[in-house]
């Protein structure tokens, strides 16, 4: 990198989770560029620090910024901010690095680090676990995909972010193992949402079941985390449901790609579906509970 950029990190999508890592970049000294397409978040983190500074596209933050980040919803997003008209690939040349900790489809990771590999650069697929929580307080599970060598350089900024980081494997990897984490967290939210539920119904405090529970083996982090707010009818989203919708489509896909069965992901896919199609989209995923309240007659 060159001097003038050594400190300075691009960061494109500063909404939930974005916005915190921004800070948490701050708190360990770097200058971030950031761009996203909502003004009100910018101005957000403008206002609390000198350290951040606004760029008028992917493209101008590419060449701001010799490392840049991206925390985008989805696939289409993150193409849309790579190769779309003034997009990142434009912003590439030797010694830049693209770091993805958006969660995708695996193969548009691979599609990605093909093309700014292509054009010089280098780039790492690298989706987070930890929710909003994980966010601000930097302890996010980073899973990353791509080059060991890459991954050495990136590793000051996954350390400023998160707690739990491990090289998966190639391009790809890092969306591979994300897939993973989203099944099991799903399944786990639809587990402890029918604990709970039957807790109630069988006149049992579901308070002190998620106490107890707490204490053995069918405790988890979705217990921790959620448990109370599940309890309380507290939806507020960290995670929201149509994230984790988009998140269960990615894992589903790439099953069928690898010939490898998720039969319970797909049944718990289409809960939250159904929660979707009620109106629950928005809310946090942890509101999986409420279908099976109304599946169990409340």
Do not use: W
């Not at 984490?181 to 799903?186: D, E, H, I, L, P």
């Amino acid at each position: 990198m060159t001097d003038g950029k050594a400190n300075r990190i691009g960061f494109i999508g500063t909404g939930i989770m974005g916005k915190p890592m921004v800070r948490n970049l701050v708190k360990a000294g770097y200058q971030v560029v950031v761009y996203n397409r909502s003004q009100s978040a910018i101005d957000e983190l403008t206002a609390k620090s000198d350290a951040v500074t606004p760029a008028g596209s992917p493209e101008e933050v590419a060449r701001a910024a010799d490392t840049v980040i991206l925390m985008l919803p989805d696939s289409p997003d993150v193409r849309d901010v790579v190769f779309g008209e003034n997009g990142v690939l434009n912003g590439v040349r030797e010694g830049f690095l693209l770091i993805d900790m958006s969660t995708i489809a695996p193969s548009t990771a691979i599609e990605v680090s093909t093309a700014v590999a292509t054009a010089g650069g280098s780039a790492l697929d690298a989706p987070v676990s930890g929710g909003d929580k994980g966010a601000i307080a930097g302890t996010l599970s980073i899973m990353v995909g791509g080059n060991e060598t890459d991954v050495k350089r990136a590793m000051p900024l996954f350390e400023a972010m998160g707690k739990t980081i491990v090289h998966i494997g190639g391009p790809g990897a890092g969306q591979i193992a994300k897939a993973c984490n989203q099944v099991m967290v799903a399944v786990n939210y639809a587990a402890v949402s029918e604990a709970l539920v039957m807790a109630e119904r069988s006149g049992v405090d579901p308070e002190k079941v998620a106490q107890v529970l707490g204490g053995g083996l069918a405790n988890s982090r979705v217990l921790e985390m959620r448990g109370a707010t599940m309890i309380k009818g507290d939806f507020q989203p960290g995670f929201r449901v149509d994230l984790h919708r988009k998140d269960l489509a990615i894992a589903l896909a790439t099953g069928r790609e690898r010939q490898s069965a998720l039969p319970i992901t797909a049944l718990v896919s289409q809960l939250y579906d159904a929660l979707s199609a009620t109106g629950g989209g928005q809310l946090d995923h942890s509101a999986l509970i409420t279908v099976i309240e109304r599946m169990s007659g409340e």
